[in-house]
């Protein structure tokens, strides 16, 4: 999987309009309600840790560059985000629901809780800096929200981001053809939309409109990879709409998306983004307790 270019921040800017987003039939800021689907990860933790590409270097620069001393990473999975930030010299602690997840993080170094967030128990501690990488849309913002500004010090940043990646025809074209007929029904995320609001607009009024939060800014970090066949399919099996197809259908899904990409040059060059969403948490709530 190779790196074709540096990430660039862009900004989107907040108090964006929204519009409602479906990921397979769900709006996704209902996917938190879905708990079968957001704890089915840990069956293919080794495939997902193998297949799913880490961040971009530069937003974990920007990161490190608020010099927190404490860092929480929620939903940390198999420490994709807290291992990079840990190698920039951080002390990162990660919860995750899923053991099995939880279990590679720890073999690189990362310390890890087993609990969902909402129900963690922290023991009165806090952090200075808490991210959450591809796990927020599996959290309920209604609780999620004010416990983390709960567990943040005064001037604490949350960062929430997670990556989309687009493909370019004739790539897309003979994708639609793969996944009309062999899972209709999942949502083809790969396609360009011409997207004009932020990935966390419906976020950014959450945190906005919370009164823990000042500050909020939204930003988007762009890359280029390409992966060949087996890492496009590897990465595709790890997405949880198409786990929910099943053993055989999965199979076949798979199977035909290999050949497509064969015959079209073995790999698939990828256009990505990574959509980040920075929230700081309102001094002025030290002054109230």
């Known amino acids: 999987m190779a790196i074709a270019a540096r990430a660039v921040v862009t900004d989107f800017g907040a108090g964006l309009g929204r519009k409602p987003r479906i990921l397979a039939g769900v709006g996704v800021e209902e996917l938190h309600l879905d708990r079968a689907r957001a704890e089915s990860f840990g069956s293919l933790a080794r495939q997902y840790d193998r297949y799913r590409p880490t961040y971009p270097a530069a937003l974990f620069d920007d990161l490190a560059a608020f010099e927190p ?38 073999g690189r170094g990362i310390a890890v809780e087993i609990a969902a ?87 950014v009024d959450l945190f906005t409109n919370n009164g823990n939060f000042s500050s909020v800014e939204t930003r988007a970090y762009r890359w280029e990879r390409t992966l060949s066949a087996d890492e496009w399919v590897g990465l595709s099996a790890t997405v949880s709409d198409h786990q929910r197809l099943g053993h055989e259908r999965l199979a076949a899904l798979l199977q035909a998306l290999l050949a497509t990409i064969q015959t079209l040059g073995g790999t698939v060059h990828v256009h990505g983004e990574t959509p980040v969403l920075l929230a700081r948490r309102n001094a002025t709530l030290d002054a109230k307790r």
């Open 69 to 106: 001393m404490h860092v929480l990473d929620v939903g940390c999975g198999t420490g994709k985000a807290a291992v990079a930030l840990a190698r920039c010299g951080l002390s990162v602690l990660g919860v995750d629901p899923d053991e099995r997840m939880a279990d590679i993080a720890r």
């Open 117 to 203: 967030f909402e129900t963690w128990e922290d023991a009165g501690r806090q952090f200075d800096l808490i991210t959450c990488a591809d796990a927020w849309h599996w959290l309920d913002p209604t609780s999620g929200i004010p416990k983390a500004a709960r567990l943040l010090r005064s001037g604490g940043t949350i960062a929430l981001f997670r990556n989309f990646y687009v493909v370019d025809e004739p790539i897309t074209d003979a994708f639609d053809a793969v996944y009309r007929r062999h899972a209709p029904e999942v949502t083809q995320v790969w396609r360009p939309m011409g997207r004009k609001e932020h990935p966390f607009s419906d976020s």
